[in-house]
């Protein structure tokens, strides 16, 4: 009888098309540069309505009045289908003139510009309410137990935001010290690689309601996860997306940031941020006073506010050890080069719990003085027997 067992081999439809894009648009401007956001069609060969309606009021600024039209019907509301899924493949986002709004509407064109809705979560996440209140260190999207992380739900590189929003009243921390994105309520556990294209803006947790259910008429409402940005690997969208996750200590508030974090990439808002031939009127925080300011700017001013968003956003990588390859994932370019910075606060690849003693060395150094530093290699010369050399 062989002990030995072939290598698993994992289900995968290699001759699966690659998901279609589902191009969101911008009514005021042209048919050439009015893409205003491109979401990838994986819900039964459509696009959630629900998770489509809240990226765009995201991008426009927690605008709760828009609607979806078609290229036909311009005018026409496209109400919500029965199974909650778009199966069009070109919408347009449109915002009432009875809401005052100018034209061309403004767009936030990064995460750093954006002012979280406090009160005021979009439909389904305001209804969203199942929180467990019990520890667990299992992966909640594959339930294992082994090569868990600790992911950051809103990362901890964008710590500057997290205080400037107060995102700190959806939380409690355990201990004094403690930072409040560190609190369990932002800490999701999760498979190591499942983390890592999970801080390269792949997927995120979002709640859908599930048109089978038998419960009530709209459907019973859970946490899954939606892919936003597919990886190459066909396994990872066909066996992840719209996979329900298993109950989370997470805020919905932490969720809905991370959400909002992952739909602020360069793949989502490509061609309105790139592919612009006039002028694009846009919701710029002016970095001296923290204001939101109405701006107007062509494209090679564009690039260069992007260009120093991903400056100011790149973190100092964790030094590797020799022969350490690099973790950051291969997102598809589908449409442009994916460039975004993982978040480099996972800590330990264990999950320890909140009261667990670091371990290891840390990794900033606490420079002594000089002097102190004469001090003690004279203390423990003269223990050893030796002489006591000055320092100079």
């Known amino acids: 009888m062989a002990l030995l067992q072939d290598a698993p081999s994992l289900p995968r439809n290699a001759d699966a098309p690659t998901p279609s894009l ?17 979401l990838r069609a994986l819900d039964d060969g459509g696009l959630d309505y629900d998770t489509a309606l809240a990226a765009c009021s995201i991008v426009t600024g927690n605008t709760s009045t828009g609607f979806f039209t078609t290229l036909e019907q311009r005018l026409e509301r496209v109400a919500r289908p029965d199974d909650g899924v778009l199966r069009g493949t070109d919408y347009f986002f449109q915002l009432p003139d009875s809401d005052g709004v100018s034209r061309p509407y403004p767009v936030i064109p990064r995460f750093e510009d954006w002012s979280f809705p406090h009160g005021a979560l979009p439909s389904p996440w305001n209804e969203y309410n199942k929180v467990i209140h019990e520890a667990t260190t299992a992966c909640r999207i594959t ?10 739900v809103v990362p901890d590189q964008v710590n500057s935001w997290w205080d400037r929003e107060q995102l700190d009243q959806y939380v409690l921390t355990e201990r004094s010290t403690q930072r409040s994105i560190d609190a369990a ?21 979002v709640p859908k309601r599930d048109s089978r259910s038998a419960g ?3 459907g ?15 396994y990872f969208q066909q ?40 002028r694009r009127k846009l919701l710029v925080r002016d970095p001296e006073t923290g204001a939101l300011t109405l701006e107007e700017r062509n494209i090679g001013q564009l690039r260069d506010l992007l260009e120093t968003s991903r400056s100011r956003s790149a973190s100092p990588r964790k ?6 390859a690099d973790s950051d994932v291969n997102i598809a370019q589908y449409d442009t080069p994916f460039s975004d910075v993982s978040d480099n ?33 004279a203390q423990k010369r003269a223990k050893a027997g030796l002489d006591v050399v000055t320092m100079r």
């Open 22 to 38: 589902v191009r969101i648009r911008h009514p005021d401007y042209k048919d050439a540069e009015n893409t205003l956001l491109c």
């Open 220 to 234: 019973d409402l859970s946490l899954v996860v939606h892919i936003i940005n597919p990886i190459p690997d066909p």
């Open 143 to 152: 339930d294992a137990m082994w090569g868990i992380q600790k992911a950051h």
């Open 239 to 278: 066996n992840f997306h719209n996979r329900k996750v298993l109950p989370l200590r997470c805020s919905i508030q932490c969720l809905f940031a991370r959400f909002a974090w992952t739909v602020f990439s360069p793949n989502v808002m490509s061609h309105f941020l790139n592919r612009c031939i006039t």
């Open 185 to 205: 309520a932002n800490l999701m556990p999760m498979r190591s690689d499942l983390h890592t294209v999970f801080d390269a803006k792949a997927f995120a947790i």
């Open 216 to 218: 009530t008429a709209r």
């Open 345 to 377: 606060s996972q800590g330990d690849n264990e999950w320890p719990t909140e009261a667990s003693p670091s371990r290891g060395r840390s990794m900033k150094r606490r420079w002594a003085s000089d002097q102190d530093a004469r001090d003690r290699i």
């Open 319 to 324: 030094r590797k050890m020799p022969g350490e």
